[in-house]
């Protein structure tokens, strides 16, 4: 999106994921998308909104969403700001908004006419003094904000706020210049120039360390990159963002981390199966997506997670099915398969709901394979006791059902703030650590942006059934119980298994 995903994500995605900072523990920056459904719905056709999770029922009441608390968060710190972003997206409320979000609206809805209408809304809701929060309309002259020359993404009132905020602000000011460029690059991604097209890997899964290992496996990089630099979009895109064009090596950097990005959730998949020791060469997986949204599913492509066959050439069949009550219609919006996938492909399907409704009406009723491994991008239970209520009847039979989970985090504090709710559920922990496949683009706290950005799934947590505690007669296990690294897993493949945080 060119508004500011995780997105978030992949594919043409629910996309510029800005943080939403609230004092709590913060849940998923992806949450606010402020522009976002702009870009996609002025390249491609808009998605109608998904099923119900339960044929002929109603759904069932819900606490506050992570998107939810995002608006709130933002009018925290900037009184109003919320209202400037609905305004400019030609909505009244934020029932509009989540209607946008679930595919019911188009470009024309939120009057954009050009693509510099659409790119100078998007610059718009970023338009408040970083020192004072004042927005325009509470200035004598609205239009005397003017931003920061360095980053090109932070504004100011005036000269006295800019020198009052220049002791914080230069701490960050180079980190928020790559995330205001990246944000107008990730338009690309809607466009289908980004990702570019990737091969089979050279090297085992297990060999390849990270993101300059995966690099350097890319043949005629180099040339890929100067295609989509020369590419019709991206002159579109300099012709009308109202600012100047950077560096062809600046654009350059820009395409690697959003490419990253990109393929950083089906990378943190094959991470996870390595982890568990479950081997896509030896029968057909079924992976689970908990907690999916409009970040994993909005203009999501049937090829989106095609990256695991390259990762595991051979296999015999991968299905990822997206599980959620925010997930998008669109090309993925198609029952799971009751059978293995199709050898060689990875099979993409969603289900709009409850994991525990899901479980109950597919999995138990064998509609939905048991899942081999499951993953969730950034749950956000810790956020606050609304949301851990929302997760716990899914975190419970994920714990007793002992099903092998991957979680990721944004941040050591999510991390930490997660790790306290899994063992006061008695949870077995295997292991924690960075993620070799976090995503390298910086994400900003949106109404808040003098902070250290964020990045998405930069930290994994691995769980598998109860806590030796918890069950009757395993007292004797307590020692080994995977705190100090010695649960035989792969988990040092991704730089081991951290024991503590300070």
């Known amino acids: ?19 939403p900072g609230i004092h709590e523990p913060s849940p998923s920056p992806a949450a606010l998308s402020p522009a976002a459904t702009m870009a996609q719905r002025n390249t491609g056709a808009a998605p109608k909104t998904g099923c119900p999770k339960k044929p002929m029922e109603e759904p069932a009441a819900r606490g506050p969403d992570v998107d939810s608390l995002g608006f709130q968060a933002m009018d925290r710190n900037v009184p109003g700001l919320s209202h400037v972003i609905l305004q400019k997206l030609n909505m009244k409320s934020y029932e509009d908004y989540k209607s946008a979000m679930d595919g019911r609206k188009s470009g024309s809805d939120f009057g954009i006419r050009t693509y510099f209408d659409m790119f100078q809304k998007m610059e718009d809701t970023f338009k408040f003094c970083t020192e004072c929060k004042k927005l325009p ?10 931003r920061c020359k360095r980053c090109q993404n932070v504004y100011y009132c005036g000269l006295a706020c800019q020198r009052a905020n220049w002791p914080l602000h230069k701490k960050f000011c180079k980190k928020l210049k790559l995330v205001a460029l990246d944000r107008l690059v990730e338009w690309l991604v809607f466009t289908g120039d980004i990702p570019f097209p990737t091969e089979t890997w050279t090297k085992p899964a297990r060999d390849v360390e990270g993101w300059e290992d995966w690099f350097s496996m890319q043949g005629q990089l180099e040339e890929k990159l100067g295609a989509i630099l020369a590419g019709r979009y991206m002159t579109i895109l300099w012709a009308n963002a109202g600012k100047p064009r950077p560096e062809d090596e600046e654009l350059r950097e820009s395409v690697r981390r959003l490419v990253t ?29 908990v907690g999916a949204s409009h970040v994993e599913t909005l203009n999501a492509r049937l090829t989106d997670y ?24 669109g090309p993925i919006r198609r029952p799971p398969l009751a059978t293995p996938a ?19 009406s597919h999995v138990e009723t064998k509609l939905a394979a048991r899942p081999d491994l499951v993953v969730g991008f950034h749950p956000g239970f810790h956020a606050c006791p609304d949301l851990l209520a929302g997760w716990l009847p899914t975190l419970l039979l994920l714990r007793d059902y002992r099903l092998p989970v991957l979680f990721t985090v944004y941040s050591e504090q999510e991390l930490k703030s997660s790790l306290q709710i899994l063992v006061e559920l008695e949870t077995h922990i295997i292991g924690y650590a960075a993620n070799p496949f976090a995503s390298l683009r910086p994400e900003q706290v949106y109404s808040s942006p003098n902070k250290a950005p964020v990045y998405c799934s930069s930290y994994y947590i691995t769980l598998l059934g109860p806590a030796a505690s918890a069950v009757p007669g395993a007292e004797e296990l307590e020692d080994g119980d995977g705190w100090e690294g010695g649960e035989p ?12 945080l300070g």
């Open 342 to 360: 199709p050898q060689g492909r990875v099979y993409l399907s969603s289900y709009k709901g409850l994991y525990h409704d899901f479980w109950e």
């Open 306 to 329: 095609d990256e695991l066959t390259r990762m595991f050439p051979g296999h015999w069949g991968m299905e990822v099915v997206m599980v959620g009550v925010d997930v998008v219609d």
């Open 137 to 146: 309309d509470a200035l004598p002259d609205p239009k005397s904000l003017r």
């Open 1 to 19: 999106m060119v508004g500011g995903r995780r997105r978030g994500g992949s594919g043409r995605r629910g996309g510029p994921r800005q943080h």
């Open 261 to 289: 990005d990109f393929h950083s959730r089906p990378l943190t998949i094959g991470l996870g199966l390595q982890l568990f020791g479950i081997d896509p060469l030896t029968k057909a997986l079924t992976v689970h997506v």
């Open 489 to 500: 897993s792969a988990a040092g493949a991704a730089g081991g298994i951290v024991p503590g």
